[in-house]
């Protein structure tokens, strides 16, 4: 596909389940990014990979939160014992190279967690 | 700490009328300002940017005006359309990391 696929769409998960979402970036693109959108709020920044390297981690909410992009270009998002208030859309986006500023950012349609 | 206030928090207009939307940041680093389109169900997506050294952009019905001075950028949409109701981000960039605002929900009327 052209765009950013996400998988699955939608999840709900039972308090202290892990889950693990899923990333499929826009081919070639260097750039990859994880946000987290409560509902009715603007997408929170969690963390960004340049290829296989994660340099920033600084918006996982905790260290429940873990993200890995092992061969720099399918990620995944994995949420350990999952909690009420982990329940949001969490949106990945990519981008062709590192500056946002110098190129657009691309959004999957996101997966929605559900925690019960 | 929100480092970039959105409002309103909702818009009704008419169609065919202006839809304005304003945005306010505190971070003199940031030097890329885009606005997001958004609807149910789908990912944002980016509708119009500006950089601080232009005080405006317009791409077909879409404006975004900006004053560096005051910190402050906001959206124009012209002849406001039914399928222009979704939700609409500002946001403002250092380096790679976007930070939204909190969100306009804008409902055009028929």
């Known amino acids: 596909g052209a765009g950013v696929s996400q998988s699955p769409r939608y999840k709900v998960a039972k308090r202290g389940q892990d889950v693990a979402l899923r990333c499929d970036p826009i081919s070639g693109h260097v750039s990859l990014f994880w946000y987290q959108q409560a509902l009715g709020q603007g997408p929170e920044f969690l963390t960004y990979?340049?290829?296989?390297?994660?340099?920033?981690k600084s918006g996982l909410p905790s260290d429940r939160f873990f993200a890995e992009r092992p061969e720099g270009s399918v990620s995944t998002l994995k949420i350990q014992r999952t909690q009420q208030e982990d329940s949001a859309v969490y949106l990945c986006?990519?981008?062709?190279?590192?500056?946002?500023?110098?190129?657009?950012?691309?959004f999957g349609q996101g997966t929605r967690l559900t925690v019960v | 700490q929100q480092q970039v206030k959105q409002s309103p928090q909702s818009l009704i207009v008419q169609k065919g009328g202006i839809s304005i939307i304003n945005c306010a940041y505190e971070n003199t680093a940031f030097d890329y300002f885009p606005w997001y389109q958004q609807f149910p169900g789908k990912g944002p997506a980016l509708l119009i940017a500006?950089?601080?050294?232009?005080s405006e952009k317009k791409e077909g019905r879409f404006t975004i005006s900006f004053n560096k001075s005051a910190k402050q950028f906001s959206l124009h949409i012209m002849d406001s359309q039914p399928g222009d109701s979704a939700t609409y981000f500002c946001a403002a960039v250092s380096s790679y990391k976007l930070i939204f605002g909190s969100g306009t929900r804008l409902l055009v009327r028929p």
């Open positions: 990979f340049q290829n296989e390297a994660q340099l920033d």
């Open positions: 986006a990519s981008s062709l190279v590192g500056r946002t500023a110098n190129t657009e950012a691309f």
């Open positions: 500006i950089r601080p050294d232009v």
